[in-house]
Every structure is written in C-alpha cells, then in structure tokens.
C-alpha cells in the first residue's frame, strides 16, 4: 500500500516578507558585497528604533558571536567563571567556553521558565563563600519569547554588582512592562539564524546603552584594526561583522516584524483554544506585564511516553515538532560544569514538546497538527 506524503509542516521556517530582494539588489547593483554597507547602517537604524529605550545595535555574523563579544567586552576571561541559564540552546553557553572562563548552570523557575532568581543568588553566594570569587557575568535568556523575571534577576545583579547579558535571541518583539527584550540588562543580544522569528538566513546583533561600546564591538569585529594606513594590531580581533547583502534581508524582515509576532501569538491562541478542556495538555501562559513574541508554542504532555507518542504521531504525517531544550547540566559537553538544580528544566524536557510556530502557517495546517495531536492521545 502506498502512502501519501503530505507536504511537510516546519517548526519555523523563513518567512520572507517581500522588501527584502530589493535591498538585496541595491547592495549587487551598487557593489556593496561587504561586511559593512548602507544595508548594514539602515539595518542597525531600524533594529534601534524598533527596541527604543536608548540602545545601540552592532549587526554581526550570528547571535553566538554577539554572545562572544558582550563577554568580552565585560572583560570575560580565563579562571572567570560565568553564571547561565540551563534551559537554553548551547549557543548561549558556549562563548563563555571560548574565553577560557567556567560556565555555572543555573535552573529556572515555573512561572516563565527561566532563570530562577533564588538559585541564582544561591550560585553567586556559593562561588563567593566557597571559592573567594564572584562570577564576571551572568547569562539570563528569554527563552521561547517569554520574558524572564527581570525585575528579579537586576535586583540580584545590581545587589552582587555583577553585570547581566540578556540573551534575545528568541525574544525579538518581545515586552517586559512596555520595554523591549535586548534593552533590560547590561547588554543584550538577537540572533536572525533561519528559524528565528525573523532572519537574514544568519546573523544577529550586540545590544548596548553605550555608544563608545558600539563601537568597540564593532572594532573587535572586525580584526580590532587600529587607526594607521598599515594593518596593525594591539588586540586580538574577530572575523564577526554582518555582511551588507545578508543586512538588505534584514531591513526587509524589519519591515514586517509586528505582523510576524501577531502570526505568532495567533498560532499560539489557536493551539490553546483548541486544547482548552484537554487536560493532558498545559501551556504557558503570560505573567501580568508578561508579553511573549511566542516564538514557538510550547506544551507540556502529562510524561515523557505522552510526549513521544505525540511526537511520533506528528513526525508519521511529515509534521515537525521538538522536545524542548535540553537543560545545559545534562548536556555531555558541561557534565563537570557546576550546576544549581530544582528539577524544574530537566521536568520541562521530559515532557515538553514545540509544536510548528511559523509565521506562514495557514489554517488548514493547524487543523492538520491540532487533529493529530488529538488522535494521538486518544
Ligand atoms: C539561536 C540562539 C542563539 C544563537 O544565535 P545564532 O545566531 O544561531 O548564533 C543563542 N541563544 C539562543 C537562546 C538561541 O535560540
């Protein structure tokens, strides 16, 4: 017997919005194929209006790099040790690796799934008491869209005087009381990789306050050339500026960002109508003061066996789903990282399942993930 294969459905895929060729051919028909441009300034322009609050963007080659550089520029290096959220995407630990410096894995709390102030403070006091050093910085994402619990995590920073890079990446569009994600902590950073809610296909941005730290990130990107005729050098640099072609792709996305974060938070809606008197089912729901670009929806099954005969159903009829993140301090690579634990994200990864999100879903899709979804549980 044959199958039919239906077309497949993505958990988020590129959803272009039009403007974006032609920014792209300005950059061909004027010979701006470089890693800086007027594609990469009206980029920077509009990702500085669009989050407000006084910040400065640095467009770079991808959100890791933009990781990188906010560490650095916090002076991040060897036998420093680095606090960060566990439940996360690697790329946000990572960089603290590439410094030489000792991540610690924080867990999170249930209201938002993120970093949990009470362990937070905990892991700050422990390497102060048993070890003689406070951590340089601390990594708190917005993870999936949601917001962290910001008021929480500054007190906490500001109280030890340690400095907070808020990972964006997820969280463009998103609001904590009125205030743009990327805007919140010392410095922010996005990231406009191919699956985000929107993208250059790779890329992403440093964040600041600081005009004169603007422009550091950019020197350090791009090889940390000092002022001369020759090429010459008094610190080690990077290769990590955002090409002028890949910005034209951006000042278009830019242009549709509110009606991709309001495709976004339908999809969600949807889903949680949909499933509303079905008890297996939970979602997160947004805290007061709360607003979520609800990146991707996410739900939590009753266990793990659940989540996979959900998972399974969909991935038969050529429907992508995924576990959510998993947790930093069960990750291989970190296994000898310190870590401060609630059970809380390793719970969320047992059970949690990413259903497709993408801007360009159409109804029928829905119906076609909601229906099996449903089946699948019967
Ligand atoms: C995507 C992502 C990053 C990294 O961004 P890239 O542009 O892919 O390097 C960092 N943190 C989180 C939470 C992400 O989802």
Same mark, same amino acid.
């Given at each position: 017997?044959?199958?039919?294969?239906?077309?497949?459905?993505?958990?988020?895929?590129?959803?272009?919005?039009?403007?974006?060729?032609?920014?792209?051919?300005?950059?061909? /028909?004027?010979?701006?194929?470089?890693?800086?441009?007027?594609?990469?300034?009206?980029?920077?322009?509009?990702?500085?209006?669009?989050?407000?609050?006084?910040?400065?963007?640095?467009?770079?080659?991808?959100?890791?790099?933009?990781?990188?550089?906010?560490?650095?520029?916090?002076?991040?290096?060897?036998?420093?040790?680095?606090?960060?959220?566990?439940?996360?995407?690697?790329?946000?630990?990572?960089?603290?690796?590439?410094?030489?410096?000792?991540?610690?894995?924080?867990?999170?709390?249930?209201?938002?799934?993120?970093?949990?102030? /009470?362990?937070?403070?905990?892991?700050?006091?422990?390497?102060?008491?048993?070890?003689?050093?406070?951590?340089?910085?601390?990594?708190?994402?917005?993870?999936?869209?949601?917001?962290?619990?910001?008021?929480?995590?500054? @007190?906490?920073?500001?109280?030890?005087?340690?400095?907070?890079?808020?990972?964006?990446?997820?969280?463009?569009?998103?609001?904590?009381?009125?205030?743009?994600?990327?805007?919140?902590?010392?410095?922010?950073?996005?990231?406009?990789?191919?699956?985000?809610?929107?993208?250059?296909?790779?890329?992403?941005?440093?964040?600041?306050?600081?005009?004169?730290?603007?422009?550091?990130?950019?020197?350090?990107?791009? @090889?940390?050339? /000092? @002022?001369?005729?020759?090429?010459?050098?008094?610190?080690?640099?990077?290769?990590?500026?955002?090409?002028?072609?890949?910005?034209?792709?951006?000042?278009?996305?830019?242009?549709?960002?509110?009606?991709?974060?309001?495709?976004?938070?339908?999809?969600?809606?949807?889903?949680?109508?949909?499933?509303? /008197?079905?008890?297996?089912?939970?979602?997160?729901?947004?805290?007061?003061?709360?607003?979520?670009?609800?990146?991707?929806?996410?739900?939590?099954?009753?266990?793990?066996?659940?989540?996979? @005969?959900?998972?399974?159903?969909?991935?038969?009829?050529?429907?992508?789903?995924?576990?959510?993140?998993?947790?930093?301090?069960?990750?291989?690579?970190?296994?000898?990282?310190?870590?401060?634990?609630?059970?809380?994200?390793?719970?969320?990864?047992?059970?949690?399942?990413?259903?497709?999100?993408?801007?360009?879903?159409?109804?029928?899709?829905?119906?076609?993930?909601?229906?099996?979804?449903?089946?699948?549980?019967?």
């Amino acid at each position: 017997m044959k199958t039919i294969v239906e077309d497949k459905i993505w958990l988020s895929s590129p959803h272009m919005g039009g403007t974006e060729h032609k920014y792209v051919s300005q950059a061909f /028909d004027t010979n701006w194929i470089a890693p800086l441009g007027p594609n990469v300034t009206a980029f920077e322009q509009s990702i500085e209006q669009t989050i407000g609050n006084s910040t400065y963007a640095a467009c770079l080659s991808s959100g890791t790099a933009a990781i990188h550089l906010a560490l650095k520029l916090l002076g991040v290096g060897p036998r420093d040790s680095v606090l960060c959220q566990s439940f996360t995407f690697s790329a946000s630990a990572n960089p603290i690796c590439y410094l030489g410096a000792e991540p610690i894995f924080v867990d999170s709390e249930k209201e938002t799934w993120n970093l949990c102030p /009470d362990l937070l403070e905990e892991g700050i006091k422990d390497s102060i008491n048993k070890k003689g050093i406070k951590p340089k910085a601390i990594i708190a994402v917005h993870l999936y869209g949601m917001p962290y619990k910001v008021d929480e995590i500054n @007190q906490i920073a500001e109280k030890y005087n340690i400095s907070v890079v808020e990972d964006s990446a997820e969280a463009l569009g998103s609001k904590y009381h009125g205030t743009s994600c990327g805007s919140l902590g010392t410095m922010g950073i996005l990231s406009f990789n191919g699956n985000k809610i929107i993208t250059t296909s790779g890329g992403g941005a440093l964040l600041t306050k600081e005009e004169n730290l603007k422009e550091k990130a950019i020197f350090l990107a791009t @090889q940390a050339r /000092d @002022q001369a005729p020759h090429y010459q050098h008094s610190e080690i640099g990077h290769n990590y500026r955002m090409s002028n072609v890949l910005a034209g792709i951006g000042r278009g996305q830019m242009e549709v960002l509110k009606e991709r974060v309001r495709a976004r938070r339908l999809n969600y809606e949807y889903y949680q109508k949909f499933f509303k /008197d079905n008890d297996a089912i939970e979602f997160l729901d947004e805290p007061n003061g709360f607003y979520s670009n609800r990146w991707l929806t996410c739900i939590l099954l009753p266990n793990f066996e659940l989540r996979e @005969q959900v998972r399974k159903a969909l991935e038969r009829i050529n429907i992508e789903s995924r576990p959510l993140w998993k947790p930093m301090h069960l990750q291989p690579v970190f296994a000898d990282a310190p870590c401060f634990l609630n059970g809380v994200s390793q719970d969320l990864f047992t059970r949690g399942l990413c259903l497709p999100s993408g801007s360009n879903l159409v109804v029928e899709d829905l119906e076609r993930i909601t229906t099996t979804i449903n089946e699948s549980l019967l």
